[in-house]
């Protein structure tokens, strides 16, 4: 794992308010030379910009803005490989893979040891249709770390099953009648706080199965508040006009995405011991939600020192074009998976700062 130099410096700058200075940043402007400034503050303004649009900023060129940064920060100190991590991950989230597959090479050919570079490498060339570069950087990971490299080969293939899920428009038969939650994942609310169209139709899905199963749990997991309501609290809210029973409503207030959506929600379903679940969102995000909430359960029950035994059934509403591109899983999907399965498995885009 990369370390951090200045642990305490950067824990510290994410707990201050963003300075004018950093706001600059925030809109793209290169570093100013600040008489008496150090390289290493230079550096430290361009990676707080980048962590701030990442986390504060809902403006459509904020990637390009945090790579801008990051390169330039990268180009300070050339040496540092964890910048380079940084800016792999925000090309990542652009979806230009083979860009970011460049700078993790980059990375490999500097630490060849390194474990998170080397699998980054090797999946995301995997995305790219290099198989064999895939292959040659799991052989290396069984090298380097062979109970982790085996570790992350389960997870990776265990994903390459969700690719083929059929994705149930219907309420699924024969769900267990204990020990089976239902879990609506939440979608990001309007500024005002209401809800948009997709989480309402997820949350009709939810409701159809609610109905079919009345000793069901409810999860509705979503943080992200706006005008001080939460997702989960928008949804519960919903559910309860619909005459669902507030007891059955369990919230999840944390998860900011999929990713926390998967690890928070996991931790309910280990306390109320839940056995079987079925995840409710829509089509597109299904195989996504499906793969990471696997890898959280298998990681809980790892933790725990017993066997993953719980399973997971689905219910979308389709918003595909028709069933047929549904079952038509596209590079940028399995971007999509790969990248949230990393993340949920602990491997950060951002260590020390964001998941």
């Known amino acids: 794992m990369i370390r951090h130099k200045n642990k305490l410096i950067l824990s510290l700058a994410l707990a201050l ?6 706001s600059a940043f925030a809109q793209g402007e290169t570093t100013p030379v ?3 400034e150090t390289t290493a503050q230079r550096i430290q303004h361009l990676v707080d910009s980048t962590i701030d649009l990442f986390r504060n900023s809902s403006q ?4 390009a803005l945090m790579e801008k940064n990051l390169k330039e920060a990268s180009s300070l100190d050339p040496f540092n490989m964890e910048l380079k991590f940084y800016l792999a991950s ?14 993790y090479k980059q990375i490999v050919n500097f630490q060849p040891n390194h474990f998170e570079a080397n699998l980054l490498y090797g999946v995301y060339s995997k995305v790219n249709g290099d198989e064999a570069t895939y292959q040659k950087s799991m052989a290396a990971l069984q090298k380097i770390d062979p109970q982790r490299a085996a570790a992350f080969q389960a997870k990776l293939q265990a994903a390459d ?9 219907t309420v699924p038969q024969n769900l267990p009648q204990k020990n089976h939650a239902i879990i609506i994942l939440g979608f990001a609310l309007e500024d005002n706080g209401s809800m948009k169209q997709p989480l309402i139709e997820r949350l009709q899905a939810g409701l159809a199965i609610a109905k079919k199963y009345p000793h069901s749990k409810i999860i509705v997991t979503g943080g992200s508040p706006k005008n001080g309501n939460t997702e989960a609290e928008a949804m519960s809210k919903w559910l309860l006009e619909k005459g669902v029973d507030q007891n059955r409503i369990v919230l999840e ?9 998967a690890l928070c929600t996991t931790a309910i379903l280990e306390t109320m011991e839940i056995t079987d679940a079925t995840l409710v969102t829509n089509a597109t995000h299904m195989r996504r939600a499906l793969s990471g909430f696997q890898a959280s359960s298998d ?7 017993k066997e993953n035994k719980r399973t997971f059934t689905n219910m979308v509403y389709m918003d595909y074009a028709s069933a047929e591109k549904a079952k038509q899983v596209t590079k940028d999907e399995k971007l999509g998976i790969y990248r ?5 498995s602990g491997i950060w885009a951002f260590p020390g700062y964001q998941r």
Not at 90 to 103: P, R, S
Not at 161 to 169: A, D, F, V
Not at 253 to 261: F, G, Q, R
């Open 340 to 344: 949230d399965l990393l993340r949920t």
């Open 299 to 305: 990681h809980y029950a790892r933790l725990m020192g």
């Open 60 to 63: 459509k060129d904020k990637f």
């Open 17 to 22: 308010s963003v300075s004018p200075l950093t």
């Open 34 to 36: 600040v008489k008496n």
């Open 161 to 169: 099953g969700y690719l083929k899920t059929e994705l149930n428009t």
């Open 253 to 261: 207030k944390s998860a900011s995405d999929t990713v926390e959506n």
């Open 90 to 103: 925000t090309l990542v989230f652009q979806k230009k893979v083979e860009e970011a597959v460049g700078i």
